[in-house]
């Protein structure tokens, strides 16, 4: 099965990278630059089914992108991308810098997907 994945940055350069490993683990990707494009993105494609999103972001952040997104989509699994921010309402958090293996792991860990 195809997994299609939301993924949230506002550095275009970490969304790239992001990007790049997602589909080279399989996955359909739809991106987002912001938190209030990922809400938008995430009712217009009822295929997506993971949010990865960064926290630290201007406007939104990713801890409310997350709350919001659970309310109109409870059953998406979500993971959180952070270079300095504690993991917070028990999403699991991979840790920026991360290697397509850590991604890898972390994705089949607690999403299926590998």
Known sequence: MKH???VVDDD???LDVVVDMLE???CEVVSAHSGEDALERLGQNRDISILITDINMPGMDGHELAELAKRVRPELKMLQLSGR???RGGLPMIRKPFSFEELAEILERTTGIH
């Open 4 to 6: 299609t994945v939301l």
């Open 12 to 14: 275009p350069a970490v």
């Open 24 to 26: 080279d683990l399989g």
């Open 85 to 87: 921010e504690p993991r």
